[in-house]
């Protein structure tokens, strides 16, 4: 009974997923079988049988009433977390992509850095577009980010109640935006690396194609326009923990 | 004199349509005052259309018609620019709201089917259980 053990758990895994029936109960079972954390699955309006499987293999699944893209799917997972007085929450992909088995390491270095946010990057996945969208946002916020679309992420309470605000109800991923906001409140980011695995079924709902990809960049751009003038507050420790890594 | 007919006969149409529409209670507070500002500016030029020329003089504007163009024009950015931030202002409100809904829907669900596998009594017992499992949220959660 995953809702009723939350007094007992401290670390809630959130599980954005639209349409991952493939892969959504396997992911969900990995992630049980770390023993570290409740497993809480939202169903982004999926028309498969995303929701039945991920419940039949341990986790809550919140069925949201209509499609609220991935960053609406994943606050909703911050919402639960903060009503359910969970300290921690990690988020992953449903799609395979991101291993379960990575977030011990996650929660360590969220435990070990003191920051608030742990991003889990794959710099070797990144395509050539991604790569130059990232030192073009780089250049642009003056954030010293690898992987700024990862969704595998660590969250301690602090970044949860930050992410589950009304301020963040208007972004439309778990990128820049979210960044942005998080280090404009002041929190401390941190990268560790790890392991991912190539997408086994569906697209990045980012970088799906070139049109997709030229509307992003306008309006990650404006956002990040919009923000300008709060980066000076940006704290970030990434830099002297790959050199501590290395 | 027919000219002015028509603009008296176009403003009172356009006055006459907007006040019944405000009044058909459409519309809500400020919006009805704004349109009932509009539809009388709309009436009072067209009437009297003498006003435009004492208002381009007053302006220093050498052609004088070219001044309710210009002047509606803005007026009409400044509300379309209004309706888009009420628009994400409604977006913001729908998303969380969708977002609470399903998360009392999935505590629901949860609260039936503990109720449904609690041993024993099952008209007693559930009300008090259920509040256990419940955690009480803060108000400033919507």
């Keep these: 009974m995953p809702a009723s053990a939350a007094s007992q758990r401290s670390i809630l895994a959130v599980i954005p997923a639209r349409n991952e029936a493939p892969t ?221 890594m290395a | 004199m027919s000219s002015q007919l028509t603009a008296g006969l176009i403003g009172a149409l356009l006055a006459g349509a907007i006040l019944y529409l405000v009044r058909r209670d459409h519309m809500h507070g400020s919006y009805a005052l704004w349109w009932l500002a509009i539809a009388a500016a709309i009436l009072i030029l067209g009437v009297f259309p003498p006003v435009i020329d004492w208002l381009g003089r007053i302006t220093g504007i050498s052609y004088p018609p070219v001044l309710p163009i210009i002047v509606g024009i803005g007026m009409i950015l400044i509300r379309m620019l209004r309706t888009d931030i009420d628009r994400s202002r409604q977006e913001r409100q729908l998303r969380r709201l969708a977002q609470k809904l399903a998360i009392l829907e999935q505590e629901l669900s949860t609260v039936r089917r503990d109720r449904a596998n609690a041993p024993g009594d099952k008209t007693a017992s559930p009300r008090t259980k259920s509040a256990q499992v419940i955690p009480l949220s803060k108000p400033s959660d919507g």
């Design chain 1, 24 to 244: 959504v109960a396997d992911i969900v079972r990995r992630t049980l079988a770390g023993g570290q954390c409740d497993v809480l699955v939202v169903n982004d309006a999926s028309t498969d049988e995303t929701a039945g499987l991920a419940e039949a293999a341990g986790a809550a699944v919140i069925d949201l009433p209509f499609s609220l893209g991935a960053w609406g799917a994943t606050q909703t997972g911050m919402r639960y977390a903060q009503r359910n007085r969970y300290r921690t929450v990690v988020t992953l992909d449903a799609d395979g992509q991101h291993h379960p088995e990575e977030l011990p390491t996650l929660l360590g270095s969220l435990r070990r850095t003191g920051s608030n946010v742990v991003i889990g990057t794959y710099s070797a996945r990144m395509s050539a577009a991604r790569r130059l969208a990232g030192r073009y946002f780089r250049l642009l916020t003056q954030m010293n980010v690898q992987d700024f679309t990862s969704g595998l992420r660590a969250y301690d309470r602090r970044a949860v109640r930050a992410l589950a605000s009304r301020e963040a109800s208007l972004l439309d991923y778990q990128d820049m935006g979210v960044l942005m906001l998080l280090s404009k409140k002041g929190l401390i980011l941190h990268e560790v690396p790890t392991q991912m695995s190539p997408r086994r079924t569906g697209a990045s709902r980012v970088f799906a194609s070139w049109l997709l990809v030229a509307r992003y960049m306008l309006h990650t751009t404006v956002l990040c326009f919009a923000q300008i003038g709060v980066r000076s507050r940006v704290l970030f420790r990434s830099q002297s923990a790959r050199s501590r």
